[in-house]
């Protein structure tokens, strides 16, 4: 995990591959749409996108073998310890360090948002609602095993809105304590990293493409089967 060396060997690099960021801002418009649809009532658009939510983080998690060398879970997903110690220099009067990528906690915050989307996702395609809707998978299962997917759906969403609200909370402390933006670099690609760093080998768009579409044909085409 690439720390920042002092200022003067500082410059602005690529970091964030294109696919990472198409992911990022492509995921964070699904979930707002899926979180409308879903309050509303709009369950067929519901369950139709939140199967695209499905495909694109079975996306990231093979991206996250495949990708450039910060998008790889191998760069930012290190030891407990490492979590704690960084989380204990956070409010250290000689401050904690940067990072060029993800930091050691923020590593496994991505770990738990995917987690928690992953089972949203999964959970929703053996949901009912008891009146009317039923997801496409749901009659797959017994009874009661859709019901208690159903209340892990249900009660779900508010775990992921709970992790959702304390990411934004985090990069405005970054932001506004820290002086270190982190959503900038999200949408540009480059961030402050040590003068002649790359992101290293990976994170070709064609490959992206080809395994986004892979996991399309995957989801959309096993729901098609099953249903």
């Known amino acids: 995990m690439t720390t920042l060396p002092p200022t003067r060997d500082i410059a602005a690099v690529r970091v964030w591959d294109l696919p990472t960021r198409l992911f990022h801002w492509?995921?964070?418009?699904?979930?707002?749409?899926?979180?409308?649809?879903?309050?509303?009532?709009?369950?067929?658009?519901h369950m139709l996108l939140g199967q695209a939510v499905l495909a694109l983080v079975l996306f990231r998690l093979v991206w996250g073998f495949t990708g450039n060398r910060y998008a790889r879970f191998g760069s930012f997903v290190t030891g407990p310890g490492n979590v704690l110690r960084y989380a204990a220099s956070l409010f250290s009067p000689a401050g904690s360090q940067r990072h060029v990528g993800h930091n050691p906690l923020g590593g496994y915050a991505v770990l738990v948002m995917l987690a928690l989307i992953l089972l949203q996702a999964g959970s929703g395609l053996f949901t009912s609602d008891d009146i009317v809707v039923d997801a496409p998978l749901y009659h797959l299962v017994p009874g009661r095993v859709g019901s208690q997917l159903s209340t892990i759906h249900r009660l779900g969403i508010w775990a992921l809105v709970a992790v959702i609200a304390i990411h934004i909370l985090a990069s405005l402390f970054y932001l506004l304590v820290k002086k270190d933006n982190l959503v900038l670099p999200m949408v540009t690609g480059r961030k402050p990293a040590p003068a002649g760093a790359d992101a290293g080998a990976g994170g070709s768009p064609l490959l992206a493409a080809i395994l986004l579409l892979a996991c399309l044909a995957l989801v959309y085409g096993g729901v098609a089967l099953l249903k």
């Open 26 to 45: 492509t995921l964070v418009t699904l979930i707002t749409v899926m979180a409308v649809t879903g309050w509303t009532g709009s369950l067929d658009l």
